[in-house]
């Protein structure tokens, strides 16, 4: 079943291009930008990544990626991102940035998203694998800030799908961000929300992305398992799910397969992603088997997560199904 898993063209919606981040371009830049690392070696860096919840996990993610500085940086960052999801046989990418956590730090903007895209088109070109952006805000900063970053954005909203929310969920409601989310609506992005496992509130969380924001999508959203109004409510819409198995296992206790069990059951559409690949140890194939290993499930319903993912992408319906057709 690995070979079977490996062969699956695959969909990823839930990946933070930050998070993919691997120790050995964390050092090599790090060099290059004479930044001054507090590690000796990879496997003392790597025996650093230490997390047992959202916060301490975001700690050290943020950390991290201060070796980012250049435009080269963002497009070696992708690239070797967009590499390793071509060898996993991942045919369509929707990935996440985080602007906020560079431009805080002297980064431009114009620096970030130049180098994401110049990788997505040169990518796309030779490696047949093909993405897009949805920008996130950090939920931890204020209302203000996320809307002055949206401003800045829509120069390059050619290479923009959608708009997100992540970082600390604790205290950092949707409702916070009601007007910068209604805004990009308006200005023609689509919107996803994260809906952290097991965080304080976040079912009503995910009450307000669907009452009052009105999004298209959830990210993890595990929790809306516990009302059976959100359960209807999520597939009445045919909203999508993006799970992260591995990811579950660090921020929380285990990688919640028996909640995904359950979506699959309800007939939810329920995606299969990675998050964090270079904090959390595994990209979208690791993932998939993780699931697989759990649940021993059937070839349908590892096509399923697959399917459910090309079925709710941010792409014209002519092109998913083109992809969709790659599933029968
Ligand atoms: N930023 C990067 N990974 C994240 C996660 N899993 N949750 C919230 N914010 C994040
Ligand atoms: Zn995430």
Redesign the pocket.
Known sequence: MHDFIAGLPKCELHL?I??TLEPELRFELARRNGVELPYASVAEMRASYEFDS?AS??AV?YDGMGVLRTEPDFYELATAYLEKAAAQNVRYAEI?F?PQAHTGRGVPFDVVIRGLARAIGDAEARLGVRAQLIM?FLRDYQAEFAMATLLESLPYRQWIAGVGL????RGNPPAKFAAVFERARREGYRLTM?C?VDQPDTTEHIRQCLELIGVDRI??GVNALEDQALVDEIARRGLGLTV?PI?NGF?VEGAKAAEIRRMLDLGLRVTINS??PAYFGGYVQENLVRVYEELDLTAEELVRFERNAFEIAWLPRAVKDGYLAELE
């Open positions: 933070h930050e998070g959202l996990f975001l993610y996440f985080d996130c992540d970082s600390d969920e994260h952290d990210d993890h992260c990811s921020v998050d964090d």
